[in-house]
C-alpha cells in the first residue's frame, strides 16, 4: 500500500504517531486565533460589568485555561507529542465594532515538532472559557473563526497575514 500523505496515517493505512527519533530539535513558533462573538445587548452588559460575569473576571480566566490547554494537548490530541514548552501568551482583545473578544495565542518551543497543535488548543479553549463564564448573558454567543496564523521552524512556516496583504497586492 503507498504511504498516506496525512502525516499519522501509517502505510497500511492505520492511525499512527510520527516518529520524530531522527528530526533534530529546533526553534518552533506557533500563533492561533479564535473570536467570541457576542449579540449587541449581551456584548454591552459585558462592558458594563468590566468585562466581569457572575463566575468572575472573564479575561483573566480565559488567559489561564489557554496556558493550561496549550501544556495539556497531548493528553487531548491522540497523536500529539508531549512538548516542553518555553513559553505560552495568550492575548484577548475587545473589538466592540464586532460584538466580540479576539483572542490570539501564541506558543514557542524548541522541539523535534511543531506547537501548532498547542496554539489552536489554546485559543479553543480560551474562548470556550468566555463562552462558559458568559452564558448567563445569552445562549447566542458563537464561537467563529478558529483558525492558524503563523507557524516557524519545521519543513515549513506560515504567516497569514502576509500571504493575505500578497494576495491582495496580486489582486489590485
Known amino acids: 500500500m503507498q504511504r498516506s500523505p496525512l502525516s499519522h496515517i501509517d502505510a497500511s493505512g492505520r492511525p499512527a504517531m510520527v516518529d520524530l527519533s531522527a528530526k533534530p530539535a529546533t526553534r518552533r513558533t506557533a500563533t492561533a486565533a479564535a473570536r467570541v462573538v457576542f449579540p449587541p ?15 468572575g473576571p472573564v479575561i483573566d480566566t480565559a488567559v489561564v485555561a ?21 513559553a505560552c501568551d495568550i492575548q484577548i482583545s475587545e473589538e466592540a465594532e464586532n460584538c466580540s473578544l479576539l483572542i490570539h495565542a501564541s506558543v514557542r518551543t524548541t522541539a523535534q515538532t511543531g506547537v501548532e497543535m498547542e496554539a489552536l488548543t489554546a485559543a479553543s479553549v480560551a474562548a470556550l472559557t468566555v463562552y462558559d463564564m458568559c452564558k448567563a448573558l445569552s445562549p447566542a454567543i458563537r464561537i467563529a473563526a478558529v483558525h492558524l496564523l503563523h507557524k ?12 493575505q496583504a500578497q494576495a491582495q497586492a496580486a489582486h489590485d
Do not use: E, N, R, Y
Open 41 to 55: 445587548a449581551a456584548f454591552a452588559q459585558l462592558q458594563a460589568q468590566s468585562l466581569h460575569s457572575a463566575k
Open 66 to 86: 489557554g496556558v493550561m490547554a496549550a501544556k495539556q494537548t497531548h493528553h487531548l490530541i491522540p497523536f500529539c507529542h508531549p512538548l516542553p514548552l518555553a
Open 152 to 163: 516557524s521552524g519545521g519543513k515549513s512556516d506560515l504567516d497569514q497575514a502576509q500571504d
